[in-house]
């Protein structure tokens, strides 16, 4: 009797860990990524891409648009599908930080703003999507 109390005791707590792992269930944005974003107010479309690393919720890469090479940093939230980027030009002139949330695993869309007090929609997808 004594065994089995500690063995189901066991596999809840082997349940319950296994629930908690550090990565997040829902995505991962590693991979090449092309964007395009307008600025608030105006009706030019510009376009990037990006290249994002993703360790557990931590997220990292490099992007380049017509506004320079920027260096990246973020987190990808722990029970969403919302993720946080931090963009900075290569010659720390220029930042930002983009809000935005996964649409599926090859497709996203949010809201940036710059330290230029600039700010606009983005939206994203994945290259060589898995179909």
């Not at 992007?63 to 030009?89: P, Q």
């Amino acid at each position: 009797m004594k065994k089995s109390i500690l063995a189901v005791v066991a596999i809840l707590g082997v349940v319950i860990f296994s629930g908690c792992a550090s990565q997040p269930r829902h995505a991962n944005l590693t991979g090449a990524w092309n964007y395009t974003f307008e600025e608030s107010g105006k009706s030019v479309t510009q376009t990037g891409s990006m290249t994002i690393a993703q360790n557990q919720y931590d997220l990292s890469g490099k992007a380049i648009d017509a506004f320079g090479e920027f260096s990246l940093s973020g987190l990808i939230d722990a029970n969403s599908s919302k993720f946080i980027l931090n963009g900075m030009r290569n010659d720390n002139k220029r930042t930002f930080k983009m809000d935005a949330v996964l649409s599926d695993e090859n497709t996203f869309s949010g809201t940036y703003i710059t330290d230029q007090n600039t700010s606009g929609s983005i939206k994203g997808s994945r290259l060589n999507a898995a179909k």
